[in-house]
């Protein structure tokens, strides 16, 4: 978010906001990455980087997201643009695509690179400014070739601008190394905004604290010097976007409700944490009770497979873990089985759980693509005849669909039946997403998200 103000005689004003919106804005790099952190101002700053521009009838800037989705998501850069652009006198164009024009004739688009073949839709293209938002969820190979089209002839000498959230996986992680302090995962103060240039030879990046320092290399097929590029880091954080803090305090606490993992990311711009085993889930987390309080809405999740275990093999086991709503918003966890079986197995121990959870119980099933996981679901649904079953697909990766169930456990609102399973459910759960298999945190992710959405549940009498 930056400043909009509307004074007494209608004169609008655009602003950055002190700090690291103001030193990304002013920036002179040809690359200029901000974020760190979730809420720091990242969006509203892109946004407003093409204004400078938009006098200049020649210039044409392009946002990128990694789907089109994301350009359209509430909050993300299409609407938030219909906040900005008007004051400016722009007219948007939602088809073929998103775009705005300015009164000179300069032009903004967003556009997506969902597939990696997407970059050759953009194949002799010149677009003087490229913004990426959410740069972490693009390919090195994305960056580098969209990089071959940041071309001008309008007078705008081509620069990228990007943001995003850290992500110690990415490649992007590595890019911004010397920004980031290796041990701890957080921003290095000092060098924040701080220019360094590289050159990029095949694969290879060549660092210099200076263009001096590069300019020994040449190309080979012409024997010139390869123009350096200059890139820096900014780092963002909650605290730095005041106007947002103002506007919407709740949204620190929602910061501070997600998962060790991503509250460390999001809230602290921590770019080395990654998921691993502990980090998820501890057993500490837990209160282990000896009754069932009275008022639990039950829901019990399976994680299917159908393989029996033998000697010299290690399959994944079929899972099921039963999880309850208490009346005050808590959860517990009130029973959990686990075992290797043929697809008959697969199925008794289905129907006989669900016989003993009782039918005030409803159960959530994977729904495998294919025509083999629909026929499967098909079977399991006609033999639960009569029980409140659903079966959907899975939605996002393991670690995604775990961390709501994570987030409440960390907050002490999980409470576990003391039972004989407990020890293994506990030992499975610490070593997620490290351990080879994940059948119970699978099991559990689904009893607990259907148990979020258990509203949309259905009687099955098939």
């Known amino acids: 978010m930056a400043g909009v103000e509307t004074g007494a005689a209608a004169q609008t004003i655009i602003r950055p906001q002190a700090g690291p919106q103001t030193t990304f804005l002013s920036s002179p790099a040809d690359i200029a990455i901000y974020g760190g952190a979730a809420g720091g101002g990242k969006t509203w700053a892109l946004l407003m980087e093409p204004l400078r521009h938009v006098s200049n009838p020649a210039f044409g800037a392009v946002f990128f997201r990694r789907n089109l989705t994301q350009v359209r998501n509430e909050g993300g850069l299409w609407d938030e643009s219909e906040k900005l652009y008007p004051h400016l006198s722009a007219s948007p164009r939602s088809a073929p695509d998103l775009s705005w024009t300015f009164p000179s004739g300069a032009g903004v688009s967003f556009a997506h690179l969902e597939h990696e073949k997407t970059i050759y839709n953009w194949q002799g293209s010149q677009i003087p400014l490229i913004c990426f938002d959410e740069l972490t969820h693009f390919s090195a190979k994305q960056f580098w070739y969209m990089l071959s089209r940041n071309r001008s002839m309008c007078g705008v000498r081509p620069y990228v601008r990007a943001t995003c959230n850290p992500d110690a996986d990415s490649w992007v992680a590595e890019f911004i190394a010397w920004w980031i302090n290796q041990e701890t995962g957080f921003a290095i103060p000092e060098r924040a905004g701080v220019l360094r240039w590289f050159i990029r030879i095949g694969d290879t990046i060549i660092w210099g604290d200076s263009p001096e320092e590069l300019s020994h290399h040449v190309n080979p097929l012409t024997g010139d010097p390869i123009p350096p590029k200059s890139v820096t880091f900014i ?121 003993a959870d009782g039918r005030e119980t409803q159960i959530s099933l994977p729904q495998d693509p294919g025509q083999a996981g629909k026929s499967q679901v098909t079977n399991l649904t006609k033999m639960l005849s009569g029980f409140n079953v659903r079966a959907t697909p899975e939605s996002g990766d393991k670690i995604t669909r775990f961390s709501p169930f994570s987030a409440q456990a960390e907050a002490g609102n999980v409470l576990v039946l003391r039972a004989p399973w407990n020890n293994d459910w506990f030992n499975s759960l610490e070593s997620f997403p490290e351990a080879k298999h994940d059948d119970d945190a699978d099991s559990t992710s689904r009893a607990f998200n259907a148990l979020l959405s258990a509203s949309t549940f259905t009687l099955a009498n098939i």
């Open 235 to 355: 780092p963002a954080k909650l605290s730095d976007n005041v106007m947002l803090m103002a506007a919407d305090p709740g949204y620190l606490a929602n910061l501070m409700a997600q998962p060790t993992v991503e509250r460390e990311r999001l809230l602290g711009g921590n770019w080395k944490i990654r998921p691993a085993a502990g980090l998820l889930f501890q057993r500490g987390w837990c209160e282990v009770v000896d009754a069932v309080p009275a008022g639990v809405r039950w829901m019990r999740g399976w994680d299917l497979a159908s393989t029996p275990k033998t000697e010299g093999t290690d399959p994944d086991a079929t899972a099921g873990t039963k999880i309850g709503k208490l009346p005050d918003g808590r959860y517990i966890v009130g029973h959990h089985v686990s075992d290797f079986l043929s697809p008959a197995g697969v199925e008794r121990l289905i129907k006989n759980t669900a016989e």
